[in-house]
């Protein structure tokens, strides 16, 4: 099934979305995106559905090929202080706040968002299997969180990052009980170490 291009007519949208909800350490990231009247890539689809490779691929031409786009994130420690929704909310706030370009309407995955800057916005479930500016700004948000997390295993090598991106693989909860959380984790998450 082809994504939609537009949700409204006559508006200039915004598509935002999160990734990192459910991981046990790393930020959470937000991206949105403006697309271009013509933006025209088949393979734009739910970050979840699209290996790392194809994702990778599509990342330069999203970039390229949209109006405008923004990537923010949010630290574990925010994450610990406001909460996992509050954070993920604020992280796409964040996002909005980058773009050069004044979205006319948010258009946003999931069922829960705050009011932002007296623009209107439309929560979307699964909106990023549904809408073309939501899964441009899940495959963005995804890559940088990705790339981060890689860079991240480097230091912390034992969590096997680089392949389970914080998410509470049997490896991860492993590591967890033998070496404990490290700055990275979010407290606030239910981390079995003891």
Wanted: aromatic letters at 10%; glycine letters at 4%.
């Amino acid at each position: 099934m082809d994504l939609l291009k537009k949700w409204s007519v006559f508006y200039v949208e915004a598509g935002c979305d999160e990734v990192g909800r459910g991981c046990l350490c790393g930020p959470v990231v937000a991206a949105a995106v403006i697309l271009d009247e013509n933006f025209n890539q088949n393979l734009v689809n739910d970050s979840k559905k699209l290996n790392f490779k194809t994702r990778l691929s599509l990342d330069q031409y999203i970039k390229d090929h949209v109006k405008d786009y923004a990537i923010a994130e949010l630290s574990p420690d925010f994450i610990d202080r406001h909460n996992i929704l509050n954070a993920s909310i604020h992280a796409m706030h964040n996002a909005l706040d980058k773009l050069t370009i004044r979205p006319e309407l948010i258009l946003v995955d999931g069922n829960k968002f705050h009011p932002y800057n007296y623009i209107p916005h439309e929560c979307i479930v699964k909106g990023d299997s549904k809408l073309l500016s939501i899964a441009a700004a899940s495959i963005l948000a995804k890559n940088y969180r990705d790339r981060l997390m890689i860079e991240l295993h480097d230091e912390h090598p034992e969590y096997g990052w680089d392949t389970n991106f914080g998410y509470a693989t049997k490896k991860h909860q492993q590591a967890l009980i033998e070496f404990g959380p490290t700055k990275y984790h979010r407290q606030s998450f239910r981390l079995k170490y003891d």
